[in-house]
Structures are given as C-alpha cells and as structure tokens.
C-alpha cells in the first residue's frame, strides 16, 4: 500500500514538474514577445514618427522645485487637465537640505519625496526626459516616444553636474575620504568623510563654472570646522578653501563678515584656484592657477569636499533656446524667452544674471505666473523680477548668516536686522522653517519669496 502511495505521490510530483517547465518556457515566450513586441514600438516611436501624440495648453519641462512651482500654478490658472509635466526622476529632493546632510545634521531620507507626492493633482505626470525641443512647431519629443505640442512651454530643466570635467572623476568617488553635498549620491560620502577624518589636509573646492548656491561649497567647510572642534581634531586639520573666484563671495556685505569668520576660525582660503584633478587612491588632489594658466600645485588630503563643474542642460543645445554659452536665453525682467514669446524660463537652466537658488525661484514663480497671465490675455508683461536670490551661509551647527540680495549685487533683507552677522534664529529658519515652506508653499504654487513680508517688515519702507 505504502509503496502505491510512493509510486502515485511520485507521479503526481513528475506531473508537477512538467506542467511548472510548460509553464515557465511559455512565460519565457510572452516575456520574450513582450520585449520584441516593445522594442518594435519604441522603434516605431523613435524612427518612423508614429509616437503618441499629445497636446496640452501648458507644458513644463523638468519637475523640480521651478517646475512643480509652476505647474501648481499653471493647473489653477487653466485647470490640471491642460497641463503637463516632464520629469524622468521618482524621488524629488529638496537639495538645500543636503548642506545639513553632508554634516550630518539631517538625513537624506528627509530631503526626499516620491514625485509622485509633489506633482499637482490631476496634472499629467509624463514620466520621462525631454530628449528634443522643436520651439518652432511647439513640440517636445520624449525619451519614451511621445510628441507632445503645447501652446505654452515652461523650461524649468536646472543644471547638469559635470564632475567627469575633474579628471578622475567621478570614478574617484569609490575611495573614501571624499565625498560631495552636490549629488544625492555622493552627500553621504561627505559625512563618512568627515567622521573618519584623523589629522592632514581637509580641502573643500568652488569650480570655474557657474554654480547653484554659491554658498553651499564653503557652507561644508564651516561645519565641518565646527565638527572636527566639537570632537576634538581640530588642531589636527589644516581646513583649506581653495575656490576659482577672485573673491570669498559675490556681495561685499556678506564677504567682509565671512573674511572674519575665516581669520578667527584659521581657515586657509587660496582665491583663483581650481580643481582639475583628484587621484583618490592617493589622496591627493590637483588644482591650477588660474591667473597662471599650467601652474599646478599637488595636495595630499585627509579630506575632500568636491563641488562639480556645472553646465546648461545638454537638450538645449541647438534647440535655438539657448543663448551663446547654452543657457536658455530669457529675459531678465518678464522670464519670458528672447525670441519665442509663448516660451518661458524659471530656475538653474536659465541665463538670469543671480544667484541660481530655489529661493531665486520662488521670487520667479511669482512673477512667471503673472507674465503668463498677461500674455495668454495679449497683454504686455508688466511686473519686473528684481533678482531676488538668498544664501542662508550655514556657519556653524547653530548660526547662519542670511545674505539675500539683488541683480545688482545690493542686500534685499526680508528682516530688520543686519544679517550679515550670525544668527541663531536664522539657523532655525533654514533648518526647520524653510523645509516647509519649501513642500508646503513654493511647491504648491503658494509661495514667491518674501518680498511682500519685506514690506510688511520694513513698515512699507524697502
Ligand atoms: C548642496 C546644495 C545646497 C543648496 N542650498 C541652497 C540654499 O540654501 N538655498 C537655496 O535657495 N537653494 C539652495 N540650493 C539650490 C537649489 O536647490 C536649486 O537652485 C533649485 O533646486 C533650482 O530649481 P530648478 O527647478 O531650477 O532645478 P532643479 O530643482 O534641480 O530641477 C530640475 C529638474 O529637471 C529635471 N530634468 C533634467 N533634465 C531633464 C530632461 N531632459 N527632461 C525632463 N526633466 C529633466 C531633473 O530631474 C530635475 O527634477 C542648493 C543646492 C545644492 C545642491
């Protein structure tokens, strides 16, 4: 009996077996048709100009803080059914907060939201990367396939890193000892960095490129100084800056407090130097002399914080959008493009003449949103972008000085204090007050900078 059950069991077994192989190779050939079914159509899409087509009254390329700003704003001006949204990313990061993480003030996972979360509701995500721009027939192409025609565009694209311009990057992130706030994959790095420090050099570099926050490369050096007291390894650090620009920061105010903070706190700053190489299984870094073009200099470090080099979008090339140096060429009062007058610009792609910072896009989502409204009415764009850009300059784990200013370089301070000195308060509001408003007012449409609070706070006098 019992040798019936073995033999039944066995055959019930065999008959498994075979029916899970039939199974499994006929998975295998759906998937198989699937890829060759997809592939077919993304051959179709991409070479024989049959991709879905879709048109929308407004479409904003790049969901970043300028893009999800105004695609609030836009869905409330001609409702979320007529708007669009091109962002290829699944998680939003509000990257002011990786100064604090770098330091290990703030963790990443509280700079990052699912897009999903931040886009507008009922605003069509088209989830992928602009791959062409043909301002002439009003259309965008799409990596997945799609052309999308629009009557408005929105150019909120940011900027591109370009730490393959380092020679030895970004390879030389492997090795330990260097890290960068600039990337979410390498802010982390900057904390292992910096906890593992022991005693030498700890370098901290600015890029000959434009940058987004000006501030954020010395922001790093600050805390770290701050840090390696706090633990004791102070006097072992030899804290260099060595920086591209000819001055510590752009606006004087702010420069003459920080060139004090610098002296008290014995940190090296080398002006016009450059960083254009990082040998990280030695850990040695090379920079050049840019008053004395080839003259290098070789330093070993115990430390490296790395800002990239950063460029224009590389999908505005040759679109006709860009201006000489490839920045999307807008002008600087309304935002709207030079040549294309249903095209308009916010944020980092842009060629503003300020300080690239998410506080200079809230101040523009403010005005964009009017200049729209004007010119989807056949007016004349009337209100004027002043070049509203702020700094919180972190420098310590309790104190900021908060430079805000204008296209002209002059400080535009909301509150009526002097702030170019160093402020607790200050410190609170970038680290707890301006997350909020960042997720609850810039990106819901509802907030374009403090201008109107000035005012209020200046009693109507600035
Ligand atoms: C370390 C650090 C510290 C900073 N500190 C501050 C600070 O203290 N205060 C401050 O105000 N600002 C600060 N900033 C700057 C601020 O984060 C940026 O200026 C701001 O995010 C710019 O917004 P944006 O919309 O122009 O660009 P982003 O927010 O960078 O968004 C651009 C979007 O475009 C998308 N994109 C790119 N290419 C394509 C494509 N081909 N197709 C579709 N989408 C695309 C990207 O995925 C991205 O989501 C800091 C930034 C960093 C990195």
């Avoid at 990052?112 to 992928?128: D, I």
């Avoid at 633990?231 to 650090?237: C, E, F, L, Q, V």
């Avoid at 030079?338 to 005005?367: E, H, M, R």
Wanted: glycine share 8%.
């Amino acid at each position: 009996m019992q040798t019936q059950d073995h033999r039944q069991t066995g055959q019930v077994n065999s008959h498994i077996r075979t029916m899970a192989a039939a199974l499994s190779s006929q998975v295998a050939l759906v998937r198989k048709s699937n890829r060759l079914l997809y592939s077919l159509r993304s051959h179709f899409h991409t070479s024989n100009g049959l991709s879905s087509k879709e048109h929308y009254k407004v479409v904003v390329l790049g969901g970043g803080a300028g893009g999800i700003a105004m695609g609030a704003r836009m869905k409330r001006k001609v409702g979320a059914e007529h708007v669009a949204i091109v962002e290829p990313s699944e998680m939003h990061y509000y990257q002011p907060m990786w100064t604090l993480v770098g330091a290990g003030a703030k963790t990443v996972s509280a700079s990052g939201r699912p897009t999903a979360s931040v886009m507008p509701s009922g605003v069509k995500w088209v989830k992928s990367r602009v791959m062409k721009i043909d301002p002439k027939n009003n259309t965008v192409f799409t990596e997945s396939g799609k052309e999308i025609s629009y009557d408005y565009l929105i150019v909120a694209l940011g900027l591109r890193l370009q730490y393959e311009k380092v020679k030895g990057l970004p390879e030389g992130f492997e090795h330990p000892k260097i890290g960068s706030n600039y990337s979410v994959k390498t802010v982390e790095k900057t904390w292992k960095a910096l906890q593992d420090f022991k005693e030498g050099n700890a370098i901290f570099s600015y890029p000959n490129s434009p940058v987004k926050c000006g501030g954020a490369p010395q922001k790093i050096m600050y805390l770290s100084d701050s840090f390696m007291r706090k633990t004791g390894k102070r006097s072992k650090a030899n804290i260099i800056y060595n920086t591209s620009l000819p001055v510590l920061f752009g606006v004087k105010k702010y420069a003459d407090s920080l060139w004090e903070i610098v002296k008290s706190r014995d940190l090296n700053v080398n002006l016009r130097q450059n960083l254009i190489e990082v040998r990280a299984d030695k850990q040695e870094a090379v920079f050049e002399n840019l008053d004395k073009p080839g003259e290098t200099k070789v330093y070993e470090y115990e430390m490296l914080h790395v800002t990239p080099p950063m460029g224009p979008p590389a999908v505005l090339k040759g679109s006709s959008l860009e201006d000489q140096a490839g920045w999307l060429d807008v002008n600087k009062d309304t935002l709207q493009h030079k040549k294309y007058t249903n095209v308009f610009g916010i944020g980092d792609c842009t060629n503003l003449p300020t300080s690239k910072t998410a506080a200079a896009v809230a101040a523009q989502s403010g005005v964009l949103d009017r200049t729209i409204t004007k010119v989807m009415k056949k007016d004349k764009p009337d209100k004027k972008y002043d070049g509203y850009t702020s700094c919180p300059l972190v420098t310590s784990y309790k104190t900021v000085i908060l430079a805000e200013f204008d296209y002209d370089g002059q400080p535009l301070e909301t509150f009526p204090v002097d702030q170019s000195k160093e402020s607790r308060i200050m410190y609170h509001m970038k680290a707890d007050l301006m997350p909020h408003l960042y997720w609850h007012g810039l990106l819901k449409g509802l907030w374009g900078g403090p201008g109107p609070y000035r005012k209020i706070m200046h009693l109507g006098m600035k």
